[in-house]
């Protein structure tokens, strides 16, 4: 499938034979800042960060919370975990086929958790399952 992994935005995820696909300039000072805040305001570790971007997720309470509010920020999820399907198709950058990506999404929008980070989380890791494409920035 073609489609973005949404996560990627906020820590470039790289990984072996995936298609990338590249954030515009504005979209990539959005990810820096998001990425920032969120990294402060969930403590999430450099390694579990750079873990990561391999495709290693950790089960890491701080990292689940650096999730969410990435994505809370970035209007994806609301403060629950509740998937915004329209923004989230809407921020997916040029080249990334929509229709496929919310094919996606669709699979994964009702994944659940004991609270908003782990439903987040498993929204995430769903959808980084279900595609090959990554974002870079």
């Known amino acids: ?3 973005v992994v949404l996560i990627c935005l906020a ?3 790289f990984n072996c034979g995936a298609d990338n696909v590249h954030l515009t300039e504005t979209q990539k000072e959005k990810a820096k800042q998001y990425t920032s805040e969120c990294v402060k305001e969930s403590g999430v570790s ?3 960060i750079n873990a990561a971007k391999t495709g290693k997720f950790s089960e890491d309470k ?4 650096f999730v969410l509010c990435f994505f809370t ?7 629950d975990g509740t998937l915004n399907m329209d923004v989230a198709l809407a921020k997916l950058p040029p ?3 929509k229709s496929e990506a ?3 999404l669709e699979q994964c929008k009702n994944k659940t958790g004991q ?5 987040a989380f498993e929204i995430f890791q769903c959808y980084y399952k279900g595609t090959k494409s990554h974002i870079l920035f």
Do not use: H, P, R, W
């Open 11 to 13: 820590f470039a995820i």
């Open 1 to 3: 499938m073609k489609s």
């Open 62 to 65: 701080a990292f689940k919370n």
């Open 73 to 79: 920020k970035s209007a994806i999820l609301n403060s």
């Open 102 to 104: 919310q094919s996606v």
């Open 115 to 119: 609270g908003a980070a782990d439903k």
């Open 46 to 48: 450099t390694e579990v």
């Open 95 to 97: 080249g990334v086929n």
